[in-house]
């Protein structure tokens, strides 16, 4: 097997992170909140040679599960994740795209939800799953011990942290999420957000004005 990349679509007016991850040897992987743009998802996979094997979402917003129904159909894979407890947001995508003129989007139902504690993988790449509401109730982090990375979503961002005034959103929750979870993961884990550039837990603890 080879080693573990990203490759980054931004897609949505959101200008979504959606998230193709990727074996370099066999070229099989998963992508990580198709929020819309499905199309150019699709050609992305085929322009690298990718074989996608399941969607995961990390919370039932918009911009990042805006496109999962119809993007399952069109590579016969399941969606995993996020939490159950985001359910409320993905049975109500309509009418989150509705508020921003949004069309073409779908509600979603995932083949599996997901719990604190279990893994998800494909091929020899294993990821833990770590529950962190804060942002959206259900949203969940995949993170990869070995490969030193994680996918945060929207729960961190360089500099920042999710908003917390949307449905089931708190943020002493989100806060404690990143701190508990996330911080004690080390300071050399890279990570990958849901907007704009990444960054390393070490950067963030002692420069992320939300949390020092
Ligand atoms: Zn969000
Ligand atoms: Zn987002």
Known sequence: MGQLNAG?????????????????????????????????????????????????LTHGHIDHAGGAMELKEALGVDIIGPHEAD??????????????????????TP??????????????????????PGHAPGHVVFYNPEAKFAHVGDVLFRGSVGRTDLYGGDHDTLIRSIKEKLLPLGDDIGFICGHGAGSRFGDERRGNPYLV
């Open 87 to 108: 359910k409320p947001l993905l049975d109500n995508l309509v009418g989150q795209g509705q508020k921003f003129g949004m069309t073409g989007v779908r509600n979603c």
């Open 8 to 56: 980054i679509v931004p897609v949505t007016p959101f200008q979504q992170n959606c998230t193709i991850l990727f074996d370099t040897e066999d070229k099989t992987g998963v992508v990580v909140d198709p929020g819309g743009d499905v199309e150019t998802i699709l050609g992305v996979l085929k322009a690298h040679g990718i074989t996608a094997k399941a969607i995961w």
């Open 111 to 132: 083949d599996r939800f997901l719990a604190d504690g279990e893994t998800v993988s494909f091929g020899n790449h294993v990821f833990q799953v770590l529950h962190c």
